[in-house]
């Protein structure tokens, strides 16, 4: 999934106009970043089952809200919060379609976080086994995909986000 397919969904789920096909199946929210519960370094320490207790969901819509709910907890603050600081470090690009739609604050912090506002951020679209924070959640999770890789630029920081299908058996 790329950036504005990514957005769209976050605009859909904002008005409640969620697409069929991302609505069942088997999704797992996963991260990597300091003191984030989701991060895959927890995968094998905890187990994947633990860890799907933690992070499993029954939609796309319902990963990227574990995300945002892990991001906060994480930082202990609100939304509204860093989306003030987001915008006091310079202006979001409100008129990218479809981020005017995005009105939610955990939305639009999802949002502005996978435009690069919090640090620059690369959409993987291939090669995710690449990935040097989230890549090796492939070989713990063998029948996964990722539908969407968000990954910082390194070195500029520790941090990435990704929604696995689960046993979808499509490509990698």
Do not use: W
């Not at 069929?20 to 999704?27: D, I, T, V």
């Not at 979001?92 to 604050?105: F, G, M, Q, T």
């Amino acid at each position: 999934m790329d950036l504005d397919e990514a957005l769209r969904c976050l605009a859909e789920a904002e008005g409640d106009q969620r697409r069929p096909e991302l609505c069942g199946g088997r999704y797992l929210a996963v991260a990597y970043g300091e003191g984030l519960e989701l991060d895959v370094s927890h995968l094998r320490a905890r187990g994947v089952e633990e860890f799907a207790a933690r992070g499993g969901a029954a939609s796309f819509y319902e990963a990227l809200d574990l995300l945002v709910d892990d991001f906060l907890a994480a930082t202990g603050d609100t939304a509204e919060d860093l989306l003030d600081r987001l915008d006091d470090a310079g202006p979001a690009n409100d008129d990218r379609p479809p981020l005017a739609d995005i009105v939610s604050p955990r939305r639009r912090l999802l949002a502005l976080i996978l435009l690069g506002s919090g640090g620059p951020m690369d959409i993987v679209t291939e090669r995710f086994k690449e990935d040097s924070y989230l890549g090796d959640a492939l070989a713990d999770l063998p029948h996964a995909r990722f539908v969407l890789l968000a990954s910082a630029e390194p070195p500029n920081q520790d941090f990435a986000l990704g929604v696995l299908e689960l046993g979808g058996g499509r490509a990698h």
